[in-house]
């Protein structure tokens, strides 16, 4: 599994995933290389604090990700939000973490994310702590780096004191860092796919084909 890969920098991919596409597929694998990361763990919210409820249940966009994930040796599933029988914070899913054996308070940990879920941190809870259990690396556009001057305030003191642009320093030290990567960009939304499911139409080449047979079994995103 990722985990035992030594102690090399493990990701730690959060949330909805309603459902889970190539997209986040890619952002995934591409970062895992472009950061030297043992692996990915990938975490389904159970019930996000920060958005709307998923139209997919918790436990059936769980085994879309795990069917999505399957045969890749760097990617791992927690169900540890999904059984939580509380809303999902990021902060508290990587205490959790840093309280399991296999990451430990000394391994590094890296949270992915987007640049606009960046832009929005202060927004999240006790989005400083943050800090204190995990780096952080943003996926952006290639040639379009994070415009630091937009970010609020107290986000872009932040990052003047915390980013480093070699991904190696996440080796370092268990968390404390700001990392950014380029990734292939892929115009494909989970609400996007949630309306040609609606409608009837395709998603093939959008979705893995483990999760489209999924959603058709279970007569998921349909219209009532």
């Known amino acids: 599994?990722?985990?035992?890969?030594?102690?090399?920098?493990?990701?730690?991919?959060?949330?909805?995933?309603?459902?889970?596409?190539?997209?986040?597929?890619?952002?995934?694998?591409?970062?895992?290389?472009?950061?030297?990361?043992?692996?990915?763990r990938w975490i389904p919210a159970g019930q996000p604090a920060l958005r709307d409820a998923p139209q997919a249940a918790a436990q059936q966009r769980l085994a879309m990700v795990r069917l999505a994930t399957a045969g890749n040796p760097r990617f791992t599933v927690d169900a540890g939000e999904v059984e939580a029988a509380r809303p999902s914070y990021t902060v508290q899913t990587?205490?959790?973490?840093?309280?399991?054996?296999?990451?430990?308070?000394?391994?590094?940990?890296?949270?992915?994310?987007?640049?606009?879920?960046?832009?929005?941190?202060?927004?999240?809870?006790?989005?400083?702590?943050?800090?204190?259990?995990?780096?952080?690396?943003?996926?952006?556009?290639?040639?379009?780096?994070?415009?630091?001057?937009?970010?609020?305030?107290?986000?872009?003191?932040?990052?003047?004191?915390?980013?480093?642009?070699?991904?190696?320093?996440?080796?370092?030290?268990?968390s404390g860092r700001i990392v950014t990567f380029a990734m292939t960009q892929m115009a494909i939304s989970a609400t996007q796919i949630r309306a040609l499911l609606a409608s009837g139409a395709s998603t093939r080449y959008l979705l893995p084909d483990a999760v489209i047979a999924h959603i058709d079994k279970h007569h998921l995103y349909q219209e009532n």
């Open 1 to 40: 599994m990722p985990e035992s890969t030594g102690d090399r920098p493990l990701g730690v991919f959060g949330g909805t995933f309603d459902p889970v596409h190539l997209g986040h597929l890619r952002l995934a694998e591409e970062a895992t290389d472009a950061l030297g990361l043992a692996g990915i």
């Open 94 to 174: 990587l205490e959790r973490l840093r309280r399991a054996d296999a990451c430990g308070p000394q391994r590094p940990l890296v949270l992915l994310v987007g640049a606009d879920a960046f832009a929005g941190l202060p927004a999240w809870h006790r989005w400083q702590s943050l800090f204190d259990l995990a780096h952080i690396a943003i996926a952006h556009r290639p040639g379009f780096p994070i415009a630091v001057a937009d970010l609020p305030a107290t986000l872009a003191a932040c990052w003047s004191a915390r980013f480093g642009d070699q991904p190696a320093l996440l080796a370092e030290s268990p």
